[in-house]
């Protein structure tokens, strides 16, 4: 079982924009850029966000896109899901399996599937924009000659 990139990508795109200094929203062309996502791709990804009202976009000269709330009431799982959909494991966890009733795994399933939304519904944006601060703050500087 994997994430995947479009769910990553999410991730990366709202960390991206809960980091900017300024409530001016960031071209799509930059974000791609410092993403290092096609432009093509992440517009796929930030329809998805804004359906889900965690980003708004604004036309004309100076728009883009910004986060439609505070970092710190956006969870990871809000994302995840708006980028993948469920975060169920497997179908059946919502009863779309004809067996449903009687599979002996079907709980275990159910417990897996709670315990990682459990984790990322607690984790949230602002913590991750924070942590991805610390770590460029921390990263040595490279000088070349």
């Known amino acids: 079982m994997k994430l995947s990139t479009r769910g990553r990508y999410a991730a990366r795109i709202m960390v991206h924009l809960a980091r900017r200094s300024n409530d001016s929203p960031a071209r799509k062309q930059d974000i791609a850029k410092a993403?290092?996502?096609?432009?093509?791709?992440?517009?796929?990804?930030?329809?998805r966000l804004k359906v889900a009202g965690l980003v708004v976009s604004h036309r004309g000269v100076g728009g883009g896109f910004r986060l439609a709330r505070d970092a710190g009431s956006i969870s990871i799982a809000e994302v995840v899901e708006a980028a993948e959909g469920s975060l169920e494991l497997v179908s059946c966890v919502s009863g779309e399996c004809e067996r449903a009733e009687t599979c002996v795994t079907r709980e275990l399933w159910a417990e897996a599937?709670?315990?990682?939304?459990?984790?990322?519904?607690?984790?949230?944006l602002a913590e991750l924009a924070r942590k991805a601060d610390e770590l460029q703050t921390a990263a040595p500087f490279m000088y070349y000659i």
Do not use: F, H, M, P
């Open 35 to 47: 993403e290092g996502i096609s432009a093509d791709y992440l517009e796929q990804i930030l329809v």
């Open 113 to 124: 599937s709670s315990l990682l939304r459990k984790l990322l519904q607690q984790k949230t």
